[in-house]
């Protein structure tokens, strides 16, 4: 190996010391987690797990229904993360390989509403659900999280970077119709592209707090982070219970990542290295 080519010290105590600013809130939420109030706020803090853990886990699922609240953000982060992947690349098909008139227009019109802050969104959101029947329901939270301006943009830039015209038009002359196309070839070419989008989705979906806060009602109806607001009283919190319940909505994440951590890397290399 050339001595330029050798990585210097000082980078892997950079990485180091980034991968423990990455993971100490994870363990300073697992050790508030295992003590109490007290623990938590003395000072200096605490920094070896209590022994409380389980105790403080009994208390979530007995003071909220956490395993329904778990079910429920599964059900809305695993719809969304689908609806992501499928909808928004079809979208981006469209946009990218398809010629439409005003289609440069729409494009910009859909790159525009992301300078629009989501809490513009609520109020006319929220009007829309009601006029449904849709308030205190898992759709309301699924149906407008199934695609995203930032997901159109990914896939179609995407698309339009990986998927040469000349491979569209053999497959038309060939009597491939719009969908075979995009569904036998467009779509598995950006396959780890829409993967990673899915994720992406999943996790922003697992984390979302402010509307599922304004449209659920039902305790049977909350999510994952709705129950651990529901943790607390209006007076006081309980630290521990409340990172107690934090660290159990976390933890699907976490195993989430250890099985495709990998891959959601490779998906965003891949696209960050096409032409």
Known sequence: MKKADRVRWWTYLLLGAATLACVFPLYWMFVVATTDTATATKLPPEIVPGGNFFHLAGLVFTTVPFVRSIVNSLVVAGSIGV???LLCSLAGFAFAKLRFPGRNALFLVV???MTVPTQLAVIPQYMIIS???WVDTLQALIVPGLASAFG???MRQHL???ISDEILQA???DGAGTWQIFWRIAFPL???AAFVLGLLGFVTAWNDFLWPFIVLKSPEMYTAQIAIKALQNSYSI???LAMSGSFLATLPLIVLFVFVGRRMVAGIMDGAFKG
């Open 131 to 133: 006029s449904l029947g």
């Open 152 to 154: 159109i943009f990914w």
């Open 190 to 192: 950006v396959r780890p």
């Open 83 to 85: 609806g992501h992947a």
């Open 160 to 162: 339009a970077t990986t």
């Open 171 to 173: 497959a038309r002359i």
């Open 111 to 113: 790159v525009l509403t």
């Open 238 to 240: 309980d630290l521990g």
